[in-house]
């Protein structure tokens, strides 16, 4: 996992950065490394999953490394970008034809737990859906999105301390109905809020 951060995180300078479509369509690349990519047909439509407003917090027990920490977790906002803005983002536009940019910003809490010894893994299941539908994970997005706290920068994170993460998909553009969904680990029951995109 840490070998991945590390090397998107040297990648996304030159913007070279890979696309992983999978129920918005289109694209061939197979990210085995990356759990989401490939998420299975389970999470892609889960039965009835919680619904909460942006902002409001649920709270769960995710593995970190050596330890369990508990989080609470609350989906803020959605940032959703323009097609202009997306195709200066993906190593090839024409993938990208149709789709747009959007951010999800996590609010994350630790809440009981060790310190952390590594980089979290607690924003790796968050996932963004777009008129029912998941969106193509953006493989190697920039850490340093507005609002948004590189993970790397984490490792250490104690009990009381509150960062920001962000996940980065790609949605049909004008899709009008988003959600974030969030589960504490991978194969869990998740947990959606409906977030208006800014």
């Known amino acids: 996992m840490l070998y991945r951060k590390t090397a998107l995180r040297i990648a996304a300078p030159v913007a070279v950065l890979a696309l992983a479509l999978t129920a918005c369509g289109g694209g061939d690349d197979k990210k085995s490394d990356d759990k989401k990519a490939d998420a299975p047909k389970s999470q892609n439509k889960p039965a009835e999953p919680t619904a909460l ?6 709270t769960g027990q995710v593995k970190e490394d050596k330890a369990t920490v ?3 977790v609350a989906a ?3 940032d959703v970008g323009t097609a202009a803005e997306t195709k200066k983002l993906v190593s090839d536009p024409k993938q990208a034809k149709g789709l747009v940019v959007a951010t999800a910003h996590m609010k994350i809490t630790h809440k009981a737990g060790a310190p952390l010894t590594d980089t979290p893994d ?9 008129d029912g539908t998941r969106g193509g994970l953006l493989i190697g997005a920039p850490e340093d999105a507005p609002g948004c706290e590189d993970e790397l920068d984490l490792e250490g994170w104690k009990k009381g301390e509150t960062h920001v993460l962000c996940e980065t998909y790609l949605i049909p553009e004008g899709s009008k109905n988003l959600e974030v969904r969030w589960s504490a680990k991978e194969d869990g029951k998740q947990v959606t809020w409906k977030v208006p995109g800014k």
């Open 53 to 58: 407003k942006a902002g409001e917090t649920t």
């Open 70 to 72: 508990t989080y609470d």
């Open 76 to 78: 803020e906002k959605i």
């Open 122 to 130: 607690v924003a790796e299941t968050t996932e963004i859906y777009a």
